[in-house]
């Protein structure tokens, strides 16, 4: 399976590699890449079965973080950072513990050890097969962001709905199915690298508490706490922006 990345930035700069959430595509992390590119490579990639990027059988956590490390061994790029959200963020702890050689450093944001719980991600993938994406669609927005943001900003809500709405159903049934058998609870407490956790003050779906658990676990982890729901690197992009950065070249010295 082919997947879909774009890789920007001059030769000689580290690489950040960003993992989008559940139902979304590359084009989530524009604000960051914007942020990023004077001082990286930034490289982002459609997630298994979304976007650009098709879907091809069962999905694991694992085989979420095999796809990474393919990229980058395509790309003959032997380490980098990466920064997930949601599933992007798991997929990142997933890589954190079990290829931490090939990462200078990992940011989670707006995630869990563990996601939700199996039932409820074993009940969503059977409804969009049953009855398709928009019905999923209708309720993401109160999810993602904050009331106020959604009052505020429907022009940048509205097409994020569009793309979940218009997105494979299988592979986003694929993807739930991968988050209702993920559970890193008890192995995050072997990662060693550098790790940032970023948490969402309104997020419903990973709360501040699940970034307090793995600030508990990891040994000399970092937590930003934003103030935004489950979406933080949209709905407060800014300060997210801002973490990011100081966190990176922390490590670049």
């Not at 082919?2 to 604000?31: C, F, K």
């Not at 061994?73 to 980098?80: L, P």
Request: charged share 20%; with cysteine.
């Amino acid at each position: 399976m082919t997947i879909h990345y774009q890789l920007e930035g001059r030769d000689d700069a580290p690489v950040v590699i960003l993992s989008n959430s559940l139902g979304t595509d590359l084009s989530m992390w524009n604000g960051q890449r914007d942020a990023l590119l004077p001082h990286f490579r930034v490289l982002r990639y459609d997630t298994h079965g979304h976007g650009q990027t098709p879907k091809s059988g069962k999905v694991t956590l694992a085989q979420l973080g095999e796809d990474v490390l393919n990229i980058m061994t395509r790309e003959g790029i032997d380490k980098a950072h990466f920064c997930g959200i949601s599933m992007g963020g798991l997929t990142g702890l997933w890589l954190a513990r079990f290829a931490p050689e090939r990462f200078y450093s990992v940011t989670v944001a707006n995630s869990a050890a563990k996601i939700g719980d199996q039932a409820g991600w074993l009940s969503r993938a059977r409804t969009v097969r049953q009855e398709g994406m928009p019905v999923v669609a209708a309720g993401a927005a109160d999810r993602w962001f904050t009331r106020s943001f959604r009052q505020k900003s429907p022009a940048v809500v509205e097409p994020l709905v569009h793309t979940l709405a218009a997105s494979n159903a299988e592979g986003y049934a694929e993807c739930c199915e991968a988050l209702a058998g993920a559970d890193l609870r008890a192995e995050v407490g072997e990662i060693a690298l550098p790790l940032l956790l970023i948490a969402g003050e309104a997020d419903p779906v990973t709360t501040v508490a699940d970034s307090e658990f793995l600030r508990e676990q990891v040994s000399g982890a970092q937590m930003v706490t934003l103030p935004a729901s489950h979406l933080s690197n949209i709905e407060a992009a800014s300060q997210f922006n801002a973490a990011l950065l100081s966190f990176l070249q922390q490590q670049e010295g």
